[in-house]
T-cell receptor, first 116, second 113 residues
Framework: EAGVTQFPSHSVIEKGQTVTLRCDPI?????LYWYRRVMGKEIKFLLH????????ESGMPNNRFLAERTGGTYSTLKVQPAELEDSGVYFC????FGVGSNTEAFFGQGTRLTVV | AQSVTQPDIHITVSEGASLELRCNYS??????LFWYVQSPGQGLQLLLK??????LVQGIKGFEAEFKRSQSSFNLRKPSVHWSDAAEYFC???????????FGAGTRLFVKA
């Protein structure tokens, strides 16, 4: 079974440009999460999809960030326009269930975004 | 406020030596606790988790962690470290496995020969 895959693994863009990150969850996982780790700090929750619906997007930093999950399969996270402080590692995770003690989220390898 | 503190930014141990990584948390409800590891170029991998029951939890790769409610701690241990254990380790707390999990800042482990 394939794990959570993220594209690209690295991205270097200039301030003001647009970048789109993609996440392919494990097949059959309705729940998809985006997290971000900035400058070696803690990994922070961005948002949670259940299928194609945004269950919680309270962690999204501002309106320059747009996440979508059309069709309830893969998800994209677009940053437009990118700012220097957006640099960091963006993790995607997926889980079969959203709540409950038997829930485990599986993480992708992350996309390292550098804004220069 | 809910938070996870990993006091050690980095730790260096000799191969074969024992390891303990510290984790303290602040969480209003009964926590679910996790340890993840990230090796270079890899994603976050779940080492172990605590939901309830026995406070000593066994995980993969020979790791274990002990939940101490009185100390709000969930320290990770391994009796004998291997060079392949060099990685970054994250303690996390949450209501479930993925939804709004709160992570610590991570502890980077270096293993010397």
């Amino acid at each position: 079974e394939a794990g959570v895959t993220q594209f690209p693994s690295h991205s270097v863009i200039e301030k003001g440009q647009t970048v789109t990150l993609r996440c392919d969850p494990i097949s059959g996982h309705d729940n998809l999460y985006w997290y971000r780790r900035v400058m070696g700090k803690e990994i922070k929750f961005l948002l949670h999809f259940v299928k194609e619906s945004k269950q919680d997007e309270s962690g999204m930093p501002n309106n320059r960030f747009l996440a979508e999950r059309t069709g309830g399969t893969y998800s994209t996270l677009k940053v437009q326009p990118a700012e220097l402080e957006d640099s960091g590692v963006y993790f995607c995770a997926s889980s079969r269930f959203g709540v409950g003690s038997n829930t485990e989220a599986f993480f992708g390898q992350g996309t390292r975004l550098t804004v220069v | 406020a809910q938070s996870v503190t990993q006091p050690d930014i980095h730790i260096t141990v000799s191969e074969g030596a024992s390891l303990e990584l510290r984790c303290n948390y602040s969480y209003g409800a009964t926590p679910y606790l996790f340890w993840y590891v990230q090796s270079p170029g890899q994603g976050l991998q779940l080492l172990l988790k605590y939901f309830s029951g026995d406070t000593l939890v066994q995980g993969i790769k020979g790791f274990e962690a002990e939940f101490k409610r009185s100390q709000s701690s969930f320290n990770l241990r391994k009796p004998s470290v291997h060079w392949s254990d060099a990685a970054e380790y994250f303690c996390a707390v949450g209501p479930t496995g993925g939804f709004k999990t709160i992570f610590g800042a991570g502890t980077r482990l270096f293993v010397k020969a």
